[in-house]
């Protein structure tokens, strides 16, 4: 699975939002450790909220907060995520199912920002 990981390397982006390639993707992230998967995260930065609201890339994210919430990667692509606007991501038709995983998988600052939201 290592091998397969290193495949991805600079192709992440593109892989997430194909049918077919954000599948491996999602296991990868089931299968290794954080650490073996950190990539995937960083390479996903700056396209946070794309991601998201994408029927793929959603599904990837919401992986990475349930199988590596504690890396930095991760922390970072979910921080960039919700400096957005959260509310319109809680109503988007994909983003949604990331953003409330926050909740669950979150850092507290994190998780203040989605409840502030479903205040609003």
């Known amino acids: 699975a290592i091998m397969v990981a290193q495949e991805f390397r600079g192709a992440v982006c593109e892989a997430a939002f194909s049918p077919h390639a954000h599948q491996v993707l ?13 990539f995937i995260a960083e390479e996903l930065q700056g396209e946070a909220s794309r991601c998201a609201q994408n029927a793929y890339g959603n599904t990837l994210l919401f992986q990475l907060m349930q199988f590596a919430p504690d ?5 970072v692509l979910v921080d960039e995520l919700l400096s957005g606007d959260v509310a319109a991501l809680l109503g988007h038709k994909f983003a949604h199912e990331v953003v409330t995983s926050v ?15 479903l205040r609003c």
């Open 26 to 38: 999602l296991t990868l992230v089931q299968c290794l450790g954080s650490s073996e998967v950190s």
């Open 71 to 75: 890396d930095e990667g991760t922390r």
């Open 103 to 117: 909740v669950s998988h979150g850092t507290r600052a994190q998780q203040s920002l989605v409840l502030s939201a």
